[in-house]
């Protein structure tokens, strides 16, 4: 069966949104699974690398904020292709800096930076030169990308050292941008790709109550608790595995390779639960947090490395399917307001706050609290993520309604 024009532009533009976003968390994955070498090699310390992961996420974050706005009035294929290009030389000048800590943080920080000029504005081309379907099909791509992208780099860190695996990504990031930026011209000449279709109304309040009406409220707190999991957690995850359960740092980069491989189908397996729950976006959150906390507590019961292992994947990926209904079906969903790169920064922003914040306190508290105690607060996450993503308002219509029959 042919397919229809609509459906091959789509295909073209999540191909190369997928692409992009590949090398985007490669790159971010990159200290995450040679940090185990690092700590062996005495090259820095856990504080020094959650330092890095903070100044990376707390820039990321901010950059959200920012590039989501500018996004929404600066063509993507600018935006994108810049964002990948310094990225990649922030992150060469990280790499042949890390010896002065204070420079190599900068430079960290500023490829989360650089990074967060990528997402607002990829989303916000996609929903707006794609039917809902297929924008929701495109997001899923590059959401899978995201989470491939994790084993990828495992498999990097157990074969190469640590500094080539920093350059590769910083290779792969100048590499893309290119890539990206040729596309893009292409896409525009051929009509795939258009701008400026939809804007948002004049006046910011009227915007805010938009957004509001749109249960932006209630998304935030998905991207925050959600964020924790997804990014803080993740890449502290090869170091759990080393100290907690008595891995070498070669093991620790081979079971994460695999864990985060299993991870990556997190998306498909949640859209096809979405689809059998009749669309029913509150009830896929439900389970999705429910699945979660759960296995976080049986990670805390069950220390034989194998069941731990496995119901931290299962953990990890009940946070990551709340993760893309949030960023898979809620995101694109906003393509007629005109504000899908602002509204898209600043739940990314929210999300990568939040990760800054805990990753920072991760670091202290793997050696303060334990291992134990901090696998409490990551169900406790969850367990509010189940209270976030109850009907609430279904609930209390229901209710009204029965006290006016009585």
């Given at each position: 069966?042919?397919?229809?024009?609509?459906?091959?532009n789509?295909i073209?533009l999540?191909?190369?949104c997928?692409?992009?976003?590949?090398?985007?968390?490669f790159a971010?994955?990159t200290?995450?699974?040679?940090?185990?070498?690092?700590l062996?090699?005495?090259?820095?310390?856990?504080?020094l690398?959650?330092?890095?992961?903070?100044?990376?996420f707390?820039f990321?974050a901010?950059?959200q904020?920012?590039?989501?706005?500018?996004?929404d009035?600066?063509?993507?294929?600018y935006?994108?292709?810049?964002?990948?290009?310094?990225?990649?030389?922030?992150?060469?000048?990280?790499?042949?800096?890390?010896?002065?800590?204070?420079?190599?943080?900068?430079?960290?920080g500023?490829?989360?930076f650089?990074l967060?000029?990528?997402?607002?504005p990829?989303?916000?081309?996609?929903?707006?030169?794609?039917?809902?379907?297929?924008?929701?099909?495109?997001?899923?791509?590059y959401?899978?990308?995201?989470?491939?992208?994790?084993?990828?780099?495992?498999?990097?860190?157990?074969?190469?050292v640590w500094?080539s695996?920093?350059n590769i990504?910083?290779?792969?990031?100048?590499?893309?941008?290119?890539?990206?930026?040729?596309c893009f011209?292409?896409?525009?000449?051929?009509?795939?790709?258009?701008?400026?279709?939809y804007?948002?109304?004049?006046?910011?309040?009227?915007?805010?109550?938009?957004?509001?009406?749109?249960?932006i409220?209630?998304?935030?707190?998905?991207?925050?608790?959600?964020?924790?999991v997804?990014?803080?957690?993740?890449f502290w995850?090869?170091t759990?595995?080393?100290?907690?359960?008595?891995f070498?740092?070669?093991?620790?980069?081979?079971i994460?390779?695999?864990?985060?491989?299993?991870?990556s189908?997190?998306s498909?397996?949640v859209?096809?639960?979405?689809?059998?729950?009749?669309?029913?976006?509150?009830?896929t959150?439900?389970l999705?947090?429910?699945?979660s906390?759960?296995?976080?507590?049986?990670?805390?019961?069950?220390?034989?490395?194998?069941?731990?292992i496995?119901?931290?994947v299962?953990?990890?990926?009940?946070a990551?399917?709340?993760?893309?209904?949030?960023?898979?079906?809620?995101?694109?969903?906003?393509?007629?307001?005109?504000?899908?790169?602002?509204?898209?920064?600043?739940l990314d922003?929210?999300?990568?706050?939040?990760?800054?914040?805990?990753?920072?306190l991760?670091?202290?508290?793997a050696?303060t609290?334990?291992w134990?105690?901090?696998?409490?607060?990551?169900?406790?996450?969850?367990v509010?993520?189940?209270?976030?993503?109850?009907?609430?308002?279904?609930?209390f219509?229901?209710?009204?309604?029965s006290?006016k029959?009585?």
């Amino acid at each position: 069966m042919a397919i229809n024009k609509k459906a091959k532009n789509a295909i073209y533009l999540g191909v190369l949104c997928a692409a992009a976003y590949l090398a985007v968390y490669f790159a971010r994955n990159t200290l995450s699974v040679v940090a185990p070498q690092m700590l062996e090699e005495g090259v820095s310390s856990e504080e020094l690398i959650g330092t890095f992961s903070s100044m990376f996420f707390s820039f990321y974050a901010v950059g959200q904020l920012i590039n989501g706005i500018i996004g929404d009035k600066i063509k993507a294929k600018y935006m994108i292709s810049g964002g990948l290009l310094f990225s990649g030389v922030a992150n060469v000048i990280f790499t042949y800096f890390i010896d002065a800590s204070s420079v190599a943080a900068i430079a960290y920080g500023m490829v989360g930076f650089f990074l967060s000029m990528i997402y607002g504005p990829m989303t916000k081309v996609v929903s707006e030169n794609t039917d809902l379907k297929y924008a929701v099909r495109c997001s899923l791509g590059y959401t899978f990308s995201s989470f491939l992208a994790s084993p990828m780099a495992g498999v990097f860190a157990a074969f190469f050292v640590w500094q080539s695996v920093l350059n590769i990504s910083s290779a792969m990031l100048v590499v893309m941008a290119v890539i990206c930026f040729v596309c893009f011209i292409c896409f525009e000449k051929k009509g795939v790709v258009k701008y400026g279709q939809y804007k948002a109304a004049k006046g910011g309040s009227k915007n805010i109550k938009l957004l509001i009406k749109r249960s932006i409220i209630k998304f935030s707190f998905v991207a925050i608790l959600t964020g924790v999991v997804r990014t803080a957690v993740v890449f502290w995850l090869p170091t759990y595995i080393s100290e907690y359960l008595g891995f070498s740092p070669e093991q620790s980069a081979t079971i994460f390779t695999v864990a985060t491989f299993v991870m990556s189908f997190t998306s498909f397996i949640v859209i096809y639960v979405y689809e059998k729950l009749k669309n029913n976006m509150d009830l896929t959150l439900l389970l999705s947090f429910v699945v979660s906390a759960l296995s976080f507590v049986v990670v805390y019961l069950v220390k034989e490395p194998t069941v731990n292992i496995i119901f931290m994947v299962l953990a990890v990926m009940g946070a990551n399917g709340a993760s893309t209904m949030l960023w898979s079906r809620y995101c694109p969903s906003l393509y007629d307001t005109g504000m899908v790169s602002s509204a898209t920064g600043f739940l990314d922003f929210l999300s990568y706050m939040a990760a800054s914040i805990s990753s920072s306190l991760f670091a202290n508290a793997a050696t303060t609290i334990g291992w134990g105690s901090l696998i409490m607060v990551w169900a406790g996450l969850m367990v509010l993520g189940i209270v976030v993503a109850l009907p609430l308002r279904g609930i209390f219509a229901k209710f009204h309604k029965s006290e006016k029959a009585q």
